[in-house]
């Protein structure tokens, strides 16, 4: 299995703070992903990258940034948390087009 | 922009029954196919994948795909469900060409019941 974490696992905070969710590799793959979890809406694209320093939004990434200054790491930032963001948020990693995308265990997030 | 439907949220099956979950997509040209299984808490895992080739794709867990270009579906069947196959199924397509990004469909959740 790829080894992809993801920290923390669990995390509560409030409305308006900023919250920094990280995602660690050791694939050396190329493309990086962040998606939500959500009932009824399965997994949503948050924000992507195919390269170090190289990001693209996805479906849904307002409220969301990211950065990859390594290879094997992907933050994720909300830059000033909602409640409409508490969800479960899982990091994924693939080797190129068409290949299978690694997940990782998830991180679940509320936001009271 | 490709799209992906799973038409049955929900899904009960007996143990030792056959299971069928459909998917269908939306896309030009042939797109690659997958499905992921989520069991509770997890994250997701690869069961198969259809890239190109033979239209009938296994994959782990006795799970196998039948990629039907005509109707633009790509169904997981198993011929025996057993009770540890409970978990949601997701299927996902990636668009061919450009950076890889994979759509999702919003799963089916299977129950499998004694």
């Known amino acids: 299995d790829a080894g992809i974490t993801q920290s923390p696992r669990h995390k509560v905070t409030e409305t308006g703070t900023p919250v920094t969710l990280r995602c660690h590799q050791t694939?050396?793959?190329?493309?990086m992903y962040w998606y939500r979890q959500d009932p009824g809406h399965g997994l949503r694209l948050i924000h992507y990258?195919?390269?170090?320093?190289?990001?693209d939004k996805g479906e849904v990434s307002d409220g969301y940034s990211v950065s990859r200054s390594k290879t094997e790491d992907f933050l994720l930032t909300l830059e000033s948390a909602t409640s409409s963001q508490t969800s479960v948020y899982f990091c994924a990693t693939g080797p190129g087009l068409g290949e299978t995308q690694y997940f990782g265990p998830g991180t679940r997030l509320l936001v009271l | 922009a490709q799209s992906v439907t799973q038409p049955d949220i929900h899904i009960t099956v007996s143990e030792g029954a056959s299971l069928e979950l459909r998917c269908n997509y939306s896309?030009?040209?042939?797109?690659?196919l997958f499905w992921y299984v989520q069991s509770p808490g997890q994250g997701l895992q690869l069961l198969l994948k259809?890239?190109?080739?033979?239209?009938l794709v296994q994959g782990i867990k006795g799970f196998e795909a039948e990629f039907k270009r005509s109707q633009s579906s790509f169904n997981l069947r198993k011929p025996s469900v057993h009770w540890s196959d409970a978990a949601e199924y997701f299927c996902?397509?990636?668009?061919?060409?450009?950076?890889?990004?994979?759509?999702f469909g919003t799963g089916t959740k299977l129950q499998v019941i004694p």
């Open positions: 694939e050396n793959h190329r493309y």
């Open positions: 896309y030009g040209a042939t797109p690659y």
């Open positions: 259809y890239f190109s080739g033979d239209t």
């Open positions: 996902a397509v990636a668009v061919s060409g450009g950076y890889q990004k994979v759509t």
């Open positions: 990258s195919y390269g170090v320093k190289d990001t």
